[in-house]
């Protein structure tokens, strides 16, 4: 069969906890009627984000067009998961009018975008554009910064160091592909911050890219699909730190899957989840709760730390209402330890 017209799909990268989901969320809610899938990846062998939105309740974000790639990094297993997956989709009686592809937040896009040249798929669909989201408090906190100092330090113990913040070189690749930055969290942006995040944002920019603001991810559809970058054929302007590595790795950063067992009530198993997310190394914590005597699930989200929490859903007749909370963090951190602070 001759496929005239290319399939657009949109790369939605970004740090861990930068406002992916959200984004994602907000586009499948206001998008026009237009018929999405979502392929949605995740560090961790456990699946969260996949789960949240195919159970938000929006019309449109259902089982039937979430598809979820648990169980390591899409930029790794492009040929196992990713193309098997998008082929899928691609094949059903009515396919996808645009894919969103949700990457985890330790993703490089390159190598995904790559993929899209593949024989199996490149007649099929086209990467509509890389959309990178960030998380502006991170960027005001410093979270991605170099660290000159002890950058020095550490070449000095070993020649072979090339970056000091295994972050900093995360979130410098995803920004090198981009070819629209969302400036997230913009409300928990001090106001003389904005200027100076922005600044830093465009300073990792390798060419002229959009920079919109949004606080919750609220950004039209309009906007965000439809970028028409094709950047599977314009590789060569999206440079990465992993370029002459064939088989890069993300052994800098690790995920735990910890047994929660129900809470006396959802601000204390806040405030243990934030004393979790102190322990150092700790990046990003996520899952499903219980609280003893409510009949709903509650959602429990740090990011850094700072921690978020809300019920979804009632518990399904028959679902045990126990709770598994993910960890992500750099590697070696001390898992004794988070698992002591989710205790109390
Ligand atoms: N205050 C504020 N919170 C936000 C905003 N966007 C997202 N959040 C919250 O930040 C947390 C993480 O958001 P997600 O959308 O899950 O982030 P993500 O990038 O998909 O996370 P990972 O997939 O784990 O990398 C959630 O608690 C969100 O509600 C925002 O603009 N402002």
């Given amino acids: 069969m001759t ?6 799909c949109t790369i939605v990268t970004g740090f861990l906890g930068a406002g992916k989901t959200t984004l994602v969320r907000h586009a499948i809610a206001h998008n026009d009627g237009r018929r999405l899938a979502i392929i949605v990846n995740e560090f961790g062998d456990v699946g969260f984000d996949g789960a949240l939105l195919a159970e938000c309740g929006v019309p449109g974000c259902d089982a039937g067009s979430v598809v979820e790639l648990p169980n390591g990094c899409i930029c790794c297993t492009v040929a196992d998961d990713f193309v098997p997956a998008l082929n899928t989709l691609l094949d059903r009686p009515e ?7 949700e990457t985890s937040g330790l993703a490089l896009p390159k190598p995904l975008v790559q993929a899209f040249n593949w024989p199996a798929i490149r007649s099929r669909v086209t990467v509509d554009g890389v959309v990178a989201v960030v998380d502006g408090p991170a960027v005001a906190a410093g979270a991605f910064a170099d660290d000159p100092a ?3 330090a550490q070449r000095a113990a070993d020649a072979s160091v090339e970056h000091e913040n295994p972050l900093e070189e995360v979130f410098e690749d995803q920004l090198l592909c981009a070819d629209l930055v969302v400036l997230n969290k913009a ?5 003389g911050d904005r200027a100076r995040v922005r600044a830093e944002v465009e300073a990792h920019l390798p060419r002229a890219v959009k920079v919109v603001e949004t606080a919750h991810g609220a950004l039209d559809p309009r906007v965000l699909l439809g970028l028409g970058a094709a950047a599977e054929s314009d590789l060569a302007s999206r440079p990465s730190h992993h370029e002459i590595e064939a088989d890069h790795d993300h052994d800098d ?3 735990v899957a910890l047994p929660v067992p129900p809470a006396g009530s959802a601000d204390d198993l806040a405030a243990r989840v934030g004393r979790a997310a102190e322990v150092a190394g700790v990046l990003r914590i996520k899952g499903f709760c219980a609280v003893r005597d409510k009949p709903m699930r509650l959602v429990v ?30 590697a070696g951190f001390d898992r004794a330890a988070v698992a002591a602070a989710l205790k109390g």
């Fill in 3 to 8: 496929v005239l017209n290319k399939i657009p």
């Fill in 95 to 101: 396919p996808p009018e645009h894919i969103l592809i």
């Fill in 150 to 152: 002890a950058l020095a």
């Fill in 187 to 191: 409300d928990l942006l001090e106001a």
């Fill in 253 to 255: 950063f690790e995920s």
């Fill in 301 to 330: 989200q740090g990011v850094g730390r700072r921690v978020a929490h809300h019920y979804d859903r009632p518990w399904r007749p028959g679902e045990h209402p126990d709770g598994t909370l993910v960890v992500i963090g750099l």
